[in-house]
């Protein structure tokens, strides 16, 4: 039983901060690669941001590079994705997703790389 779960999403004013949760259950997190994705109305779903598998790398997209942060705790085997300067353009839902391979060039971005996803969590950026 693989299972992810995304929370913290909400309202948030333009400027503020959310810190965003996903917790696995069913695998041992560290083990795997953890991505974050975002879908907004009327738009592609897009990567946001990747966490390799046994302490890796980690990747950002262009547009939220230097505002959200991607973080772990195998503690607690959560992924957290803290962000930071919220734009109302940042609205969406956003999604936690994993694999157990390591991801290569730029497939880290593209949905068919993962093979588990979350429900997704509301994020509203708005004054």
């Known amino acids: 039983q693989v299972q992810l779960v995304e929370s913290g999403g909400g309202l948030v004013q333009p400027g503020g901060s959310l810190r965003l949760s996903c917790l696995a259950s069913?695998?041992?997190?560290?083990?795997?690669?953890i991505g974050w994705f975002r879908q907004a109305p009327g738009k592609e779903r897009e990567g946001l941001s990747c966490m390799g598998k046994n302490g890796g790398a980690t990747y950002y997209v262009d547009s939220v590079k230097g505002r959200f942060t991607i973080s772990r705790d195998n503690a607690k085997n959560t992924v957290y994705l803290q962000m930071n300067s919220l734009k109302p353009e940042d609205t969406a839902i956003y999604y936690c997703?994993?694999?157990?391979?390591?991801?290569?060039?730029?497939?880290?971005?593209?949905?068919?790389?993962?093979?588990?996803w979350g429900q997704g969590t509301q994020v509203t950026v708005s004054s």
């Open positions: 997703a994993t694999t157990p391979r390591f991801l290569y060039g730029t497939s880290w971005s593209k949905e068919r790389a993962y093979d588990f």
């Open positions: 069913g695998f041992t997190l560290d083990y795997h690669t």
